[in-house]
């Protein structure tokens, strides 16, 4: 299956977990990739097994839209052309809303929420060119509360509606705009997390699937959404969660 050969996709946070998936993903599609994310080795580490006439990478921290706007113009430079942006690049935060710094604040946002506007931003010229979409990385925590994740869960939030107020501004101009939203995935983010088996059990007793998501099965949801499969769907958030979303929060019976 090859949907997105001469297609070229930007990823952002490539240089593991989920990015690093969907940069793979669409390669094995027959896309022409740039794997976009802040530290040149992991980029450079994950572009090794894609074939290199069509995988492109650049180093570039999306919480600073001039950096932003060159990874574009690289590509551009490279591949002639837009066809995908996706917006997967973040961090995380946690901690008590009265002990979390402005300096903690303000790096979720920039690099959850800002980077993705500067991404979406830079992208849609080129992108209402070729009729491509936006896919943007936002999260069950966007679509409901955390304990102790107040930082995230309002940028995650932001991506939420900002993914749906892009659709409707774009639509008319040929630009799909999308977002994944996953729960708990085995990435580097949430290493330390999967060796707590407690805490494991906890969250695999809320999914009616049983386990915690893989990169690949977020990437899948990207490249579908991205791809003329979706040819009329916009402004989605797609829960790729388990099941989770489906739960109205009370414990199972029996």
């Not at 996953?182 to 386990?211: C, N, V, Y």
């Amino acid at each position: 299956m090859e949907r997105f050969k001469e297609k070229v996709v930007i990823v952002t946070g490539a240089g593991s977990g989920i990015g690093a998936a969907t940069a793979r993903r669409f390669s094995r599609e027959g896309a022409m990739v740039a794997l976009a994310g802040r530290t040149a080795d992991k980029l450079e580490r994950e572009a090794a097994g894609l074939p290199p006439l069509r995988t492109m990478t650049h180093a570039a921290d999306v919480a600073d839209p001039r950096a932003v706007d060159a990874l574009v113009r690289a590509v551009l430079d490279r591949f002639g052309q837009l066809d995908v942006m996706v917006n997967n690049a973040g961090i995380h935060h946690s901690g008590q809303p009265d002990t979390t710094t402005d300096d903690q604040w303000r790096a979720v946002m920039a690099a959850d929420l800002d980077g993705v506007f500067y991404g979406c931003r830079a992208a849609i010229p080129h992108l209402e060119k070729t009729g491509g979409s936006i896919v943007n990385t936002a999260s069950v925590s966007g679509t409901g509360g955390d304990w102790g994740m107040s930082a995230y869960n309002a940028a995650k939030g932001g991506v939420v509606n900002l993914t749906r107020a892009l659709a409707l501004d774009l639509g008319r101009r040929g630009i799909r705009v999308n977002a994944v939203c996953p729960s708990l995935t085995r990435t580097g983010m949430t290493a330390d997390m999967m060796h707590d088996e407690p805490l494991i059990a906890k969250f695999t007793e809320r999914i009616p699937l049983g386990r915690v998501c893989e990169p690949d099965e977020v990437a899948a949801v990207i490249a579908f959404l991205a791809s003329p499969d979706a040819s009329f769907v916009t402004g989605a958030m797609v829960a790729v969660d388990g099941g989770l979303s489906a739960s109205n929060g009370q414990p199972a019976q029996g």
